[in-house]
């Protein structure tokens, strides 16, 4: 079996040990995302509706008469219509140059996103982590698909927080520690956001409030219940968000009512929404808004 999957691209051999290759990770992704994709479709009353997705590179185009001096990025087919409608169907149609029709300069519309999915203990006990962990690999491949000019990074968060490369995901799995360190991973989600351009956002995917922090040694703290000083070192680096034009959206699993109200602090300091699912629900919501949220951005920016 090994030799039938390294044959085929799926696995190599990296110094006696079998890793998967990026073309494994992009199929595992979009199986991921097929499957999601495949529950929306019958599952999705009283949802928003999710336009087709499709292969392609989110070309935006319209089309307009050619003038002098515009890019020749010809339309054939409305050119060709235009023929028809000026001399009729006979054959063949003489083309001039008031029928050519071009299309217009694209709107290309990037967003960067960092998703911070929760790695503690919680999510596995709660039989939650498996359905994150789904929906992280489905986003992936959506966003490398379907949005290559995009950029999309990963935290990973319990007691600390830390990067997860997308080739890590399939193996990625909880950590065996208490701790939900919101503040620092919102901290390096930031900072990786620093480095890209155009629209950012920050996706998390929690079941618990706040219960660790990074202290001024450096090191995690670590409380049940929460404490005062993790509290506001969270909202800290929320306001740090904030000012740099970052939005938190944050999808809710087995939601407490002060995780509820600690998240809607958190929307009102950012403007960013909040979510209340289900293990069962979460890529429904997840990949919805994101998609709707990539059209919002196309919209503002045709209107502009």
């Known amino acids: 079996v090994a030799r039938m999957l390294e044959e085929a691209g799926l696995i190599e051999n990296r110094e006696g040990r079998f890793e998967l290759t990026p073309r494994a990770i992009r199929r ?6 097929s499957d999601l994709f495949r529950k929306l479709s019958t599952d999705r009353a009283g949802r928003h509706a999710l336009e087709q997705v499709g292969s392609g ?3 935006e185009f319209s089309t307009k008469p050619y003038e002098w001096g515009d890019p020749f990025n010809l339309h054939i087919e409305r050119t060709m219509r235009n023929a028809v409608r000026r001399a009729g169907s ?39 982590f498996l359905p994150a962990k789904r929906v992280a690999m489905a986003l992936h491949s959506l966003i490398t698909s379907q949005y290559p000019r995009d950029y999309f990074g990963i935290v990973g968060f319990s007691e600390v927080a830390r990067e997860i490369r ?19 991973g919102f901290l ?29 040694q450096g090191r995690p703290f670590f409380s049940y219940p929460p404490v005062r000083e993790t509290v506001d070192k969270t909202l800290a680096e929320v306001a740090a968000c904030t000012r740099e034009g970052i939005r938190i959206n ?40 994101f998609v709707e949220h990539k059209r919002r951005l196309r919209s503002g920016r045709r209107s502009a």
């Open 166 to 184: 997308a080739e890590e995901l399939p193996e990625v799995s909880w950590d065996f520690v208490y701790g939900t360190n919101m503040q620092h």
């Open 57 to 59: 590179h989110e070309r």
């Open 250 to 289: 944050t999808f809710m699993l087995d939601a407490t009512s002060y995780l509820t109200s600690f998240i809607e602090k958190i929307s009102k300091m950012n403007g960013g929404r909040a979510f209340f699912t289900t293990p069962d629900t979460l890529g429904d919501y997840v990949l919805v808004d």
């Open 188 to 216: 390096l989600a930031r900072r990786l956001l620093a480095r890209q351009t155009g629209t950012k956002q920050i996706i998390m995917v929690t079941d618990g409030e706040p219960t660790a922090h990074i202290d001024a």
């Open 90 to 128: 006979g054959t063949p149609v003489r083309l001039t140059p008031d029928d050519f029709e071009v299309e217009r300069t694209e709107h290309l519309v990037r967003s960067s996103t960092v998703l911070m999915l929760d790695l503690s203990l919680s999510m596995p006990m709660r039989d939650n």
């Open 28 to 33: 595992i992704g979009q199986h991921a995302l």
